[in-house]
């Protein structure tokens, strides 16, 4: 097996892909956490962005960058020297994967490689530049953007789940085109349990804050579409029910943006110098959200917010607007409150609820670390579009992919053969079971149970019965002990041979279930699922496993459930017949059929 896996990592280590975004921030802040991912996964990695004063801080990280200017105005001369110069850069550099970022990057990039025959290019979309605010002209021509960008990609990502059903319904590709993919949070580095209460209090005393005061935050560019003015707007409101308040601000200045706002102007205006604190620009964002009480983002526009995800991941109460990209970061009343756009008296009052229900506020930011684990974890979006790039690669540029292709079609064959033959050549041995059956217990010769199948599909088991009837509404179970009064005489016998097993044959010759693949699971059980964990049912649940062999019940339902990944990503037909071989010796030997205590114990 360790074979495999140094053939799979050597696959890899051939695939080059090239990160294109139209700034060096964007990889600095978003992206560079995926560029290594890929990177200690075996990939060859690169990219390309404008000059900047954050180039060298990536190339510090090991990734080789090309500054190439990519200007965010349209620019019809300059676009057309940045598409030669990406031109000349992927055909010299010979990249299997392209794969670009922002919306002008977007389509230069993509247009450049497809004229220098990059056999995949992929495009990231951070949110459409229409939404339903937006005017029915501009509406269409952004569409008409979007469409033309399309045409050029293999794949879209779309890190919301909004804009998939709106690229649907405005017909900008097909939907096997475009896939969601989120925005992945470091759940580690924003931890609240790094951070004391006597680093909070000193990170205040050094910023200059009141370490009585309440601290209203906000991280988002300083322009207007992020909702600065109906912040500001509410927060007159609010200092005047809580005097000892303190708005904390984080935020780069795009002074070339039309929308561009004026911070420092604004506190002026306001009168609000001694009540806001503006930081500028970061790079310790994760030690600035520990200082905040509640989380505000008053959005006119979003793809997905990082901020607010990463403000939930700190246990902070949000309020935010309720947008596109905002409603998928944030589950109205359970991990924040969301308000509506460009009205400062229902944004004042949303956070003025949570200030004066602390025990409210503290619930929601519980729920929302959960949630951010639960669904953005950097892990699990890496992870996720790396799988499509490994599909992208079978379909488009893997040698071995016919060879790997007649291997799943001589496992389909062999299953059904196989299953055919043994129900022939066993069916004496299934009518002397099913007679001790009948005559040793009262009920049903089979049992019959749902499962989880291939796409988390359900279907129903087919095993001999080895148990009382009703026995999973009684005693431990789900679970099964060694000398569990529930198991029969006769199912003793055939749990010690594993012969309760051998009717999932017809399991097999419906499609079901294979000889070979991951473990059956119960439904209730993969509720509990992470998304990492749900790939084992990408393909059909197997009458045995890799686990058989590496322990069996002896493992934990995590262990079993790694192995079962293992073998997903490393299956081979070869692969299928070590583990029939050996597990056959196992089950005569009797190992691992119980776990720890004699208990086979249900999902944890």
Known sequence: ???????????????????VSSADMTLKFLLLPNLKFLQNRGYELSAVCSPGKWVKDIEREGIKVKTIKIKRKISPLSDLITVFGLYFYFKKEKFNIVHTFTPKAGLLGQVAAKMAGVP???????????????????????????KIAAKFSDLIFSINKEDIKTAAKEKICSKQKIKYCGIGVNVDRFNPERFSADFIEEKKKILGINPANIVLGIVARLVKEKGYLDLFDAFDIIVKKFPNVTLLIVGINEPEKKDSVQIEDIIKNYGLEKKVLFLGERVDVDEIYPLMDIFVLPSHREGLSVSLLEAQATEKPVVATDIRG?????????????????????LANAIIYLLSNPKIAKEMGKNGRMKVKREFDERIIFNRIEECYQKLVEDKLDKENFGKKFQQTIKIIF?????????????????????????????????????????????????????????????????????????????????????????QFINVIFGEMSLVGPRTALPHQIEKYSELERKRFQVKPGMVSLAHIKGWNALSWKERIKLDIWYLENWSICLDFKILFKTAIIVLLGKGQYGENGIVKDYE
């Open 326 to 346: 905002c409603r998928e970061a944030v589950d109205r009343g359970r991990t924040g409150i969301l308000v509506s756009v460009k009205n400062p008296d229902e």
């Open 120 to 146: 995949i290019i992929c495009n990231t979309v951070f949110g459409f530049y229409f939404h339903e605010g937006t005017h029915f002209l501009q509406r269409r021509f952004f569409v008409f953007f979007e």
């Open 415 to 503: 299953d059904f053969v196989a299953a055919f033959i043994g129900l022939i050549i066993l069916s004496p041995l299934f009518l002397v079971v099913a007679i001790l059956i009948k005559i040793t217990s009262p009920g049903q010769i089979f049992f019959r149970q749902e499962r989880v199948g291939k796409n988390e599909k359900i279907f129903k088991i087919w095993k001999f019965r080895t148990m009382i009837e009703g026995a999973e509404k009684i005693g431990l179970g789900h679970m099964v002990a060694e000398n569990d009064s529930r198991i029969t005489k006769v199912g003793k016998f055939l749990r010690r041979l594993a012969i309760d097993e051998l009717p």
């Open 1 to 19: 097996m360790e074979d495999d896996k140094d053939s799979i990592n050597s696959r890899k280590s051939r695939i080059k892909i090239c990160f």
